[in-house]
């Protein structure tokens, strides 16, 4: 059973900071690209970060880039999700997904075959 387990959502105070994390099991995902999106209600689900299964190359959302860092873990079957400066608007649930592709298709939701359940991320001011 592939399997994306996210972790480490919750509330903060704007500026404050979260760790989220993705767990993958099930399958090797050597060769893969790991990001994570976020969605709020009436919305389009939203591209944030991406990184390639080496770690070598990452993107970021404008609205995110700066404040936020993803990152894989050492055995690479881990991402993590490094927010800081928290705002307000970052408040959405946080979705990881994994695709087999890297470049302008890696934007689209619709390019990913596994996501995880997801994770409350929630900023008061």
């Known amino acids: 059973q592939v399997q994306l387990v996210e972790s480490g959502g919750g509330l903060v105070q704007a500026g404050g900071s979260l760790r989220l994390s993705c767990a993958a099991s099930?399958?090797?995902?050597?060769?893969?690209?790991m990001s994570w999106f976020r969605q709020v209600p009436g919305k389009e689900r939203e591209f944030v970060a991406a990184?390639?299964?080496?770690?070598?190359?990452?993107d970021y959302a404008d609205s995110v880039k700066g404040r936020f860092t993803i990152s894989r873990g050492n055995a690479q079957n881990t991402v993590y999700l490094q927010m800081n400066s928290l705002k307000p608007e970052d408040t959405a649930v946080y979705y990881c997904?994994?695709?087999?592709?890297?470049?302008?298709?890696?934007?689209?939701?619709?390019?990913?075959?596994?996501w995880g359940q997801g994770t409350q991320v929630t900023v008061s001011s």
């Open positions: 099930g399958r090797t995902f050597s060769g893969y690209t």
């Open positions: 997904a994994a695709t087999a592709v890297y470049g302008g298709r890696m934007y689209s939701p619709n390019e990913y075959r596994y």
């Open positions: 990184i390639t299964w080496n770690g070598g190359r990452t």
